[in-house]
């Protein structure tokens, strides 16, 4: 059975960062990872994803709203994706979700792409 777990949420000050982790269990090939975000009475929306051929990451993408401020990442050997988040606003509040997809390719930004994910993480950004 394939799992992903999320850790690395919590409550912060804006101007203020965390580091979320996912670490993926079970026997499947992960080719694209990403994070996805869910704010209370909202949609769950594309944060960025992370794209591997099975030899080199070799493709990153974000959502606008938050280039230049996270970044992704991924240890393969690890089967492990994280997402530094920094400078922080009460807008990334949010419930945190790591998915990933099975099949080859990098063009993935919408829930629907996404095969497995993870329970969620709380991340509260006060002002």
């Known amino acids: 059975q394939v799992q992903l777990v999320e850790s690395g949420g919590g409550l912060v000050q804006a101007g203020g960062s965390l580091r979320l982790s996912c670490v993926a269990s079970?026997?499947?090939?992960?080719?694209?990872m990403g994070w996805f975000r869910q704010a209370p009475g909202k949609e769950r929306t594309f944060v960025a994803r992370?794209?591997?051929?099975?030899?080199?990451?070799?493709?990153?993408y974000y959502a606008a709203s938050v280039k230049g401020r996270f970044t992704i990442s991924r240890d393969n050997p690890k089967n492990m994706l994280f997402l530094q988040m920094n400078s922080l606003t009460p807008e990334d509040t949010a419930v945190y979700y790591c998915?990933?997809?099975?099949?080859?390719?990098?063009?993935?930004?919408?829930?629907?792409?996404?095969?497995?994910w993870g329970q969620g993480t709380q991340v509260t950004v006060s002002s």
């Open positions: 079970g026997d499947r090939t992960f080719y694209t």
């Open positions: 998915a990933a997809v099975g099949r080859p390719g990098s063009t993935y930004s919408t829930v629907a792409d996404y095969d497995v």
């Open positions: 992370s794209s591997w051929n099975g030899w080199t990451t070799y493709d990153t």
